[in-house]
């Protein structure tokens, strides 16, 4: 209940709020100051950059990233069009805007955000930035480029229009996450030497040349998580047989988790590992790859590949190169299908339409694989097999089940209680390299092969 005493106090502090509140143009520029102490960030207006101008030498963008990072504050840019080059990093940076709303466009004749090691946070969030296809000078190897630095946060952004990668990383530790990276004319994202990196919940799209790639200089532990990306429409405008073109792309790099993302529309693999050993596929689905959607490849040590699904491809996994030092994996609970035997290239080796191939101390277990016209499952090539398994799978519509090398010099397999149906070809059959050579093994046995133990499969 509101007595008369309450009333007299509860109107004289309105009487005195009244007084104090300033004209409403004075209260409208105080809000907003308020706003911006509220945001605990510098509102970049105070240094005379606004949307709409263009800062080409990039110098007073410059001077106010050093003002924020010298009072150790983020750098809060309003929505509009910022016009930049060349750009001075200090040892902090930290940029936000509005998402979708605060657009950095790079002005050309040099490069935009280029840092290394005396560089220790880089941090950028809710921001657009746009490379507008213009050229980069040698020294940028991407729209964003940093080396060294101590961390790397990139959370919200849009990167496109980059001549060459979106995104390149050297070095760097951090996360990556929730960004979108388009229309660069190589790859979206490039990490080298990374010293801890996450790569999550991105969405990379119509790059030149490949979407992810973790790469490291020479074989060595790396650690990077690449987890639930979408990456759509890779393609190898610089050509080769696999160098480019490839969704997700390991290269020497140890130790790195590729799990749970989505890899469509690719020139050749949605995910390929090439030396990079201790390598965890798992739980991707990847569709229309133009070449073998999943490599494990050359000079390896440990790879599981598990539980992800392939759908349209030349090949659905590969785990090869024996004669590199490649071995030692496990490839179970994957489901392969609608293979082709057109591929971007010329068919080598054994050629394409093949749904899962394993060379050295390798089990396979559990896979479902219809519709691959050469093979369900190819063991070896020529005498570079060794101590592998093929369990439990499932194979349907295939040219042959399963095919296993017998060359002299192979080494030892156990093909068993695999069921294959629909393959007019045979069931469990010898090869030579590309030549067949055999009947079907699972009806007569391999008693010729004393490296072989063929036993329960059924043909249906």
Known sequence: MLNRRGFLKASAGVSALSLALPFPAEAAQRRGVELAATRGSIDAGEWGVQPGTSDESGRAFSRMLAEAADRN??????????????????????LQGVPGATRIVYGGDGYLFLGGHEVERFELSGLVIDGANRWLADQAQGLIDLRRVGVVRLDDCVLIGS????????????????????????????????????????????????????????????????????????????????QNGNGINLFRAGGVQVTGNQVADCAFSAIRANGSGNALIAQNTCLRSG????????????????GNIVDFAANGISIANLDQGGRLATCSGNLVRNLSLDGPYPAESAG??????????TSVT?????????????????????????TGNVIRRTGIGVGVTV??????????????????????????????????????????????????????
């Open 163 to 242: 001549s060459r990668n979106a995104l390149a990383l050297e070095g760097v530790a951090g996360r990556v996450e929730r960004s979108t990276f388009s229309g660069a004319a190589d790859s979206g994202i490039f990490a080298a030497e990374s010293a801890g990196l996450t790569i999550a919940g991105n969405t990379v799209t119509d790059c030149g040349n490949g979407g992810i790639l973790v790469h490291r200089w020479q074989p060595a532990e790396d650690g990077t998580i690449i987890s639930g990306n979408r990456v759509e429409r890779i393609g190898a405008r610089n050509g080769g047989t696999g």
């Open 366 to 390: 559990g896979n479902v694989v219809e519709d691959a016209p050469a093979y369900g499952l190819n063991i070896g090539w020529g005498a570079f097999m060794r101590n592998v398994t093929a």
């Open 291 to 306: 070449e073998t959607a999943i490599y494990s490849e050359f000079s390896f040590e440990g790879a599981v590949i598990a």
């Open 73 to 94: 504050m983020p750098m809060f840019l309003p929505p509009g069009v910022y016009v930049l080059s060349n750009l001075e990093l200090p040892r902090a940076v930290r």
């Open 407 to 460: 060359v002299e010099g192979a080494g030892s397999a156990v093909i068993s209680g695999n069921l294959v149906s629909e393959a007019p070809g045979g069931a469990v059959v010898g090869h030579r390299w590309g030549e067949k050579v055999t009947e079907d093994l699972a009806a007569t046995g391999a008693a010729a092969f004393p490296n072989l133990l063929i036993e329960r499969n059924r043909a249906v």
């Open 352 to 361: 394409f339409g093949i749904g899962i191939s394993i060379e050295a101390d």
